[in-house]
């Protein structure tokens, strides 16, 4: 399935679009049966306050980074770091409109190149161009990484489009170096799928989450709906759904 068809049937299942169609059903059942018409809109309304509320979505965030754990370096170890992208900042206007690394893409490359300072482990950076922009989230990665943090990039696997082939695509460059132990850095909130894909296509894992869900304090705002609370949500509806998906693949595909 494309980038294009997954991305476009998820945006149907994630708020707020799905949480709209289904305010928008219930309205439509007003004109054809008004005992059901009620419940669905209230029901539209709840979930929708609710996924935009950040107790809440950063307590469902908290449910997916509840699975991992931060990296012990101390009694873990591995024979190489792979960094995933997080997506692309088009056009910036500062990088004289060049393509170059998200917001989210930059904790995984700053804590990536803290790991490679402690003890010269080499890295791989994963991440295609689904979008058919011109540079590759690996090959921004690989830029930043050297122009940013001064960390040399050993490997770069740019065909990707999603964590499921950045695993398999990634194993397949590691296993001619015959490594099979890796360190993988990426969102603690996606480290559930990250980790469970990369272990299916063979590699040993040591989670090396980042960017954890954090709050300075609860207070009442914590309660009050906010534009970010609703990102968080589509964040774990998304990988809700991901984690699912890629069980039911490696159920029925067996590979």
């Known amino acids: 399935m494309s980038w294009s068809i997954t991305n476009i049937i998820a945006t149907i299942l994630l708020p707020p679009l799905s949480l709209l169609?289904?305010?928008?059903?219930?309205?439509?059942?007003?004109?054809?049966?008004?005992?059901f018409a009620k419940p669905v809109i209230s029901s539209a309304l709840c979930l929708l306050w609710l996924a935009s509320t950040p107790w809440f979505a950063e307590g469902a965030l908290h449910l997916l980074e509840a699975s991992t754990t931060v990296l012990d370096s101390?009694?873990?170890?591995?024979?190489?770091?792979?960094?995933?992208?997080?997506g692309t900042y088009f056009n910036a206007p500062e990088y004289a409109g060049h393509d170059t690394i998200?917001?989210?893409?930059?904790?995984?490359?700053?804590?990536?190149?803290?790991?490679?300072?402690?003890d010269g482990t080499p890295i791989l950076v994963t991440g295609g161009m689904p979008l058919n922009n011109d540079l590759s989230e690996a090959q921004q990665m690989r830029t930043s990484l050297?122009?940013?943090?001064?960390?040399?990039v050993r490997w770069t696997e740019?065909?990707?489009?999603?964590?499921?082939?950045?695993?398999?695509?990634?194993?397949?460059?590691?296993?001619?170096?015959?490594?099979?132990k890796i360190y993988l850095v990426t969102h603690a909130w996606h480290m559930p799928r990250a980790s469970m894909s990369f272990r299916h296509a063979g590699f040993e894992v040591v989670d090396v989450p980042v960017a954890f869900t954090t709050r300075y304090k609860t207070n009442l705002l914590a309660f009050l709906?906010?534009?970010?609370?609703?990102?968080?949500?589509?964040?774990?509806?998304?990988?809700?759904?991901?984690?699912?998906w890629y069980r039911v693949k490696f159920v029925f595909s067996g590979n």
């Open 21 to 35: 169609l289904l305010l928008s059903f219930g309205i439509f059942l007003m004109y054809r049966s008004h005992q």
């Open 158 to 180: 740019d065909t990707s489009e999603n964590t499921l082939e950045n695993a398999r695509n990634t194993f397949k460059v590691l296993q001619k170096e015959g490594i099979r």
């Open 146 to 152: 050297l122009l940013d943090f001064h960390v040399p």
């Open 74 to 86: 101390e009694h873990q170890s591995a024979d190489a770091i792979v960094i995933l992208g997080g």
């Open 102 to 118: 998200s917001e989210q893409t930059l904790p995984r490359l700053r804590y990536g190149a803290i790991l490679h300072r402690a």
């Open 225 to 244: 709906p906010r534009a970010e609370a609703l990102r968080d949500s589509k964040i774990f509806v998304h990988e809700v759904i991901g984690l699912f």
